[in-house]
C-alpha cells in the first residue's frame, strides 16, 4: 500500500515538473547567441586579409524551446556580410606593409539580414555584443605571365596533325602576391600533360603547373586553362631540295654528295596546292668545311609554317673540295 502511494507521488511530481518546464521553455526571454561571420564582396586573390571580424554576439528573443534547439545545431549559424555595399565605410592607410584597405559596416545596418536568418528559426533580434564589424585587407602585388603549353605533349592519331597555333583561353594569367616573390617567378606554365589520339579540333582544360604555391602567399586568376588545338587531315608530301652552303666564297670549290635531299612533310589536305618545293629551303654550313669535318649536316632553314617535318634523307652529306 505504501510503496502504492510514493509512486503515484512521483508520477504527479513528474508531471507537475514536465509542466512547468513546458510553461517556462514556452516563456520568451532574451539569450546569448554567437553567429560565424563570413564577409564577401572583395577579390580574395588581389587582397590578402590582415584582420577580419569572424563572429559576433547577438541578443535574441526566443522561447526556451528555440533556444535550446539552436543550442542543439551541427552546422553553426552563418551571417554573410557584404562588404562594398553602400552602407561600408572604408578608408585606406599606407604602412611597411603596403597600402591597406579598412572597411567596416554598422551591425544595425545588417537589421534585416540578421532578421532573416534568425527568424527561421524563431529568434527575434535585440541587439549585439558588437556595434559593427570590420575588415582589412593589403592589396597584394601584380604580374601578368602568357602561359607556356611548353609541357602540353600532343600525340596526333596516324594522318592528322595540328593546324595552325593552338589557342589559350584566357591569353594571362595573372599573379597577386608580394613584390619580391612574384620577381621570383620567371614564368608560368602548363603542368605536365599528355593527349593522346587526336584526330579532332577539340578545346582541352589544361591545369597549370602552380609551383608558386611553395614560394609564399601569391594567388592566380585561375589555376586551369582552355587549350584549343586545330586538327586537320594531313597528308605525307616528299619534296626534293637543293641544298645550299651558308658562307661559302669564290676561293673554295665544293661538290656535295648528293647536292640534293629529300623532305618529308605532313601537309593539311587544304592546303595542298600552296605547299610547293620552293618554300623549303636547306643547307650546310662552311664552317663545318673549315673544320675538316668528315660529313656535314645539313639544316632546314625555310620551311612553311602549316606543314610538319616528318623526316630528311640524308642528314648528313660528304663533299669534296675541288683544288
Request: aromatic share 6%.
Amino acid at each position: 500500500m505504501r510503496g502504492r502511494q510514493i509512486r503515484t507521488f512521483l508520477v504527479i511530481l513528474s508531471l507537475t515538473t514536465l509542466v512547468w518546464a513546458a510553461v517556462v521553455m514556452s516563456e520568451d526571454k532574451e539569450y546569448l547567441f554567437a553567429v560565424r561571420v563570413e564577409m564577401e564582396g572583395f577579390d580574395a586573390k588581389r587582397f590578402a586579409v590582415v584582420e577580419a571580424d569572424s563572429s559576433v554576439t547577438l541578443f535574441v528573443e526566443s522561447s526556451g524551446f528555440n533556444a535550446m534547439l539552436m543550442s542543439l545545431r551541427r552546422d553553426p549559424t552563418v551571417l554573410n556580410v557584404n562588404m562594398k555595399g553602400e552602407s561600408v565605410r572604408d578608408y585606406t592607410r599606407r604602412n611597411d606593409s603596403g597600402v591597406e584597405q579598412h572597411r567596416s559596416v554598422a551591425v544595425a545596418d545588417l537589421s534585416a539580414e540578421v532578421a532573416k536568418m534568425l527568424s527561421v528559426h524563431g529568434l527575434r533580434h535585440i541587439g549585439s555584443a558588437k556595434d559593427s564589424l570590420s575588415l582589412v585587407l593589403c592589396e597584394r602585388g601584380v604580374r601578368v605571365f602568357r602561359p607556356s603549353l611548353e609541357k602540353l605533349k600532343i600525340n596526333f592519331s596516324d594522318g592528322y596533325g595540328l593546324y595552325g597555333d593552338p589557342k589559350v583561353v584566357p591569353s594571362t594569367v595573372t599573379l597577386y602576391g608580394p613584390e619580391e616573390v612574384l620577381a621570383s617567378i620567371a614564368a608560368v606554365g602548363v603542368a605536365p600533360m599528355e593527349l593522346d589520339n587526336v584526330s579532332e579540333t577539340g578545346i582541352h582544360r589544361v591545369p597549370l603547373d602552380c609551383q608558386w604555391k611553395t614560394l609564399g602567399d601569391v594567388q592566380a586568376s585561375v589555376e586551369a586553362i582552355a587549350v584549343q588545338i586545330p586538327v586537320r587531315r594531313q597528308v605525307e608530301r616528299k619534296f626534293t631540295v637543293p641544298v645550299k652552303v651558308v658562307g661559302a666564297d669564290t676561293s673554295m670549290h665544293l661538290r656535295l654528295y648528293p647536292e640534293r635531299v629529300t623532305l618529308s612533310v605532313w601537309v593539311a589536305q587544304d592546303d595542298l596546292a600552296a605547299v610547293t618545293a620552293d618554300r623549303f629551303s636547306v643547307s650546310v654550313d662552311m664552317a663545318d668545311i673549315r673544320m675538316g669535318l668528315p660529313k656535314l649536316k645539313v639544316d632546314i632553314d625555310r620551311f612553311p609554317t602549316n606543314v610538319r617535318v616528318r623526316s630528311l634523307v640524308p642528314e648528313e652529306i660528304e663533299y669534296v673540295v675541288i683544288q
